[in-house]
């Protein structure tokens, strides 16, 4: 166990001593750590930490905390463990890992700080992961699994590290929590860190990560879910930044003609004259937001609008005006925040989200777009650019804090009764301030990463695949810690490169899942076949999103290949070029009946009754619904 800080640029780690049972003292004299242990039969055993400042004085001015590591005595034993391994943010890939692979980020810096924990150092070592959040361990052949979780959010990031030996077994668990500031170190001060959950399991790893959102939404969750999921079109995946004024009013004036079944209607990137300066449309949009608005409002639909109120580029009014507000490193230079072409040459670059100036703008900038502008859904996007370091105004903040403090101003700005949508988020600090949350890199017209990506060993690469991957493996998180938004259905054939049985299979994952759904197609040119597979989505949505559902064998492929809905459905693919027998276990407790008719089609499924579960032979890419 050991403890890293710094004066300025000169770093100290300083590893913790036994004082006596529960008590240690950091090699410098400067920390204590008091761990004490609980045993629950429902919760397992509980580590509760506190860090104590030694010191008669505050620190010194420069001081400041990067990282506590704590090892965990508690491990399984035996060898042939597998890893689900839990990603950052919203785009980053969670999925299961075996001892045997590599945990390796993207090459290029900017992919990694853009869609993973910057402060995570992935080492690229066999057997030697990084979990962000939570971790399960499970062995499928003896099914005896262990998960480590933290039971509440907590003022500091917190993370696992996981090392396999050579022979599969689970050498070391640490956890790790990112403070990455200066807290408030008076005398005897205490640090409340996060307390861990250690639960030991034989049985379903799903149904107990399933039954730990569910604990997590009770203590950090929401408490006015609606009812019904947010359904409707987003302009974002045909047009991207291409949009205009009469662009919106076509695809509105088509939703009624076609009669689709929607209540939002979102108008994303592309209409504003320069990221950071949101309250200025650009030329295309003569008319304003606020006409928009009104004109949503007036077909009986809600407008939504897209915005990313933690970025700015150098070309904004705000940047030109307020480079006081701007996040900066240590030699006053502005921190990038991510490379985009789509916006113009060059860096985009973050706020100091603790600078009095970035507050007070981002409090106008919501109270203009919901009380004057009147749009009751916002996408708010790149939200881990709060998170970012730098030499921030406010150093006693950690980068979580200093994040939770904004979404605080800005869920108090616009009220409970606006539907917000977190994107590019990361995903323990967002619980409780969201309603809806992105819980996947971006869908797009292809299914597999592009080349480029793949040379790069970009893991979080956008593509239908990997998106569907994380709407599988985080589909328990719905109506848990929020709404989930597993990404716009793409149904178009045409500026499409996905296959028909692609475009089903996706049809077919998000519409089980029960999350939100909206469709990103142009709606004036949509081919008649592909609107009734949209509108079958939108009714197998409607019957499926007042339930969590629960995945299937996230231990047996990255990519599960089914999804149980307690509304009485059971999603069933197979994700490769080749056909293939897919076989399922059903959840304990879940009964079925004979015979099986696919949801789209109407014809009858073979499925085959095997030991707890089913197999069924599918086509390449081929999907069912069933229901049970």
Not at 25 to 35: A, N, P, Y
Not at 117 to 145: C, D, H, M, P, R
Not at 247 to 270: C, M, S, W
Not at 546 to 573: K, V
Request: glycine share 8%; proline share 6%; hydrophobic share 35%.
């Amino acid at each position: 166990m050991k403890i890293q800080y710094r004066v300025h640029n000169s770093v100290t780690i300083s590893n913790f001593l036994p004082v006596k049972a529960g008590v240690f003292q950091s090699e410098c004299k400067k920390f204590e750590l008091l761990l004490s242990t609980t045993k629950d039969s429902k919760l397992g055993t509980v580590l509760s930490p506190k860090l104590i400042w030694r010191e008669s004085t505050r620190p010194e001015v420069g001081f400041s905390v990067d990282h506590l590591e704590l090892e965990l005595s508690d491990l399984p034993e035996g060898n042939g463990f597998g890893l689900f391994q839990h990603g950052y943010q919203s785009w980053s890939i969670s999925r299961k890992m075996e001892s045997s692979d590599t945990d390796r980020s993207p090459l290029l810096k900017f992919l990694h700080y853009s869609q993973e924990n910057v402060y995570s150092k992935n080492e690229a070592k066999v057997g030697k992961f990084i979990s962000e959040y939570l971790t399960l361990l499970y062995n499928k052949e003896n099914q005896n699994g262990v998960l480590y979780a933290p039971l509440e959010a907590g003022e500091f990031g917190t993370k696992f590290e996981v090392i396999f030996s050579a022979e599969g077994n689970v050498t070391s668990v640490k956890v790790i929590y990112d403070i990455h500031c200066l807290p408030d170190l008076r005398p005897n001060a205490k640090l409340n860190i996060s307390k861990i959950k250690v639960l030991f399991f034989n049985g379903s790893p799903e149904t107990k990560l399933l039954k730990y959102f569910e604990e997590l939404g009770k203590k950090e969750g929401p408490t006015n879910l609606p009812k019904k999921v947010p359904t409707g079109w987003c302009s974002w995946y045909y047009y991207y930044t291409g949009i205009d004024q009469k662009t919106i009013l076509d695809n509105l004036t088509k939703v009624r003609e076609l009669n689709l079944p929607f209540e939002f209607f979102q108008i994303d990137d592309g209409y504003q004259r320069e990221i950071g300066d949101w309250l200025y449309p650009n030329d295309k949009f003569p008319g304003g937001m606020r006409i928009l608005a009104d004109e949503i409002k007036r077909v009986g639909l809600k407008p939504g609008i897209w915005l990313a109120p933690f970025l700015v580029r150098k070309k904004s009014e705000f940047f030109r005006k307020y480079p006081e507000a701007i996040l900066k490193d240590q030699n006053g230079k502005p921190v990038p925040a991510l490379y985009n072409p789509l916006w113009g040459r060059g860096y985009t670059y973050a706020l100091d989200i603790t600078h009095p100036t970035a507050l007070a703008y981002i409090e106008k900038v919501f109270t203009t777009i919901v009380k004057e502008w009147g749009y009751p859904y916002l996408k708010l996007d790149f939200l881990y650019a709060g998170l970012l370091p730098g030499d921030v105004y406010n150093k006693s903040l950690s980068p979580q804090a200093r994040y939770q403090n904004a979404l605080d101003l800005i869920r108090k700005v616009v009220g409970k009764n606006t539907f917000l949508l977190g994107c590019g988020a990361p995903m323990l600090p967002s619980i409780g301030y969201f309603d809806g949350m992105r819980i996947s890199c971006d869908v797009a017209p292809f299914w597999y990463p592009q080349t480029l990506r793949v040379f790069l060993k970009d893991r979080n690469a956008l593509c239908t695949e990997k998106a569907l991957i994380n709407d599988i493996t985080r589909s328990s998180m719905h109506r848990h810690l929020w709404l989930n938004d597993p990404d716009c259905l793409l149904v178009r054939k045409k500026k499409n490169k996905m296959n028909e049985a692609q475009t089903k299979l996706m049809a077919s994952v998000m519409g089980v899942s029960g999350g939100m759904l909206l469709v990103s197609d142009d709606l004036t040119k949509l081919e008649m076949d592909r609107l009734d597979l949209l509108k079958k989505a939108f009714q197998l949505n409607r019957e499926c999103q007042a339930y969590t559902p629960i995945p299937l064998g996230i231990f047996e492929n990255e990519f599960p290949t089914a999804l149980y809905n307690p509304g009485g459905y059971l999603g069933i693919w197979n994700p490769t070029e080749v056909e293939k027998v897919v076989r399922i276990t059903l959840p304990p407790g879940v009964k079925t009946k004979a015979p099986f008719l696919d949801y789209w089609t109407g014809t009858r499924v073979d499925l085959q009754p095997v030991e707890g579960g089913f197999e069924v032979t599918l086509p390449a890419f081929g999907s069912v619904v069933v229901s049970v």
